[in-house]
Nanobody
Framework: QVQLVESGGGLVQPGGSLRLSCAAS????????MGWYRQAPGKQRELVAV???????NYVDSVKDRFTISRDNVKNTVYLQMNSLKPEDTAVYYC?????????WGQGTQVTVSS
């Protein structure tokens, strides 16, 4: 059974930082591209950042130079370090695992940026 379990969300003030984690089980982790998506109320889910099995990364323009995605293929975990957070970063953040054959989602973790 595949599980993606996110953690690390919460309430933070503008300019603050959070680190999200997603622990994967039931998959050969290193063979999957891992991504973080987010969905704000009334908006479509959008890709925030993705990291390939080999470590190549890509980011949506709005988070470049503020967010960093990384992975640990021994711990089967992907991280999203979020710095200089803005109110517009408020959303539910979802972990995603994708390869040629399959795609899986986590349950999501809420990030709220507010003073």
């Amino acid at each position: 059974q595949v599980q993606l379990v996110e953690s690390g969300g919460g309430l933070v003030q503008p300019g603050g930082s959070l680190r999200l984690s997603c622990a994967a089980s039931g998959i050969i982790f290193s063979t999957y591209d891992m991504g973080w998506y987010r969905q704000a109320p009334g908006k479509q889910r959008e890709l925030v950042a993705v990291i390939s099995g080999g470590g190549s990364t890509n980011y949506v323009d709005s988070v470049k130079d503020r967010f960093t995605i990384s992975r640990d293929n021994v711990k089967n975990t992907v991280y999203l370090q979020m710095n200089s957070l803005k109110p517009e970063d408020t959303a539910v953040y979802y972990c995603n695992a994708k390869n040629f054959f399959s795609r899986y989602w986590g349950q999501g973790t809420q990030v709220t940026v507010s003073s």
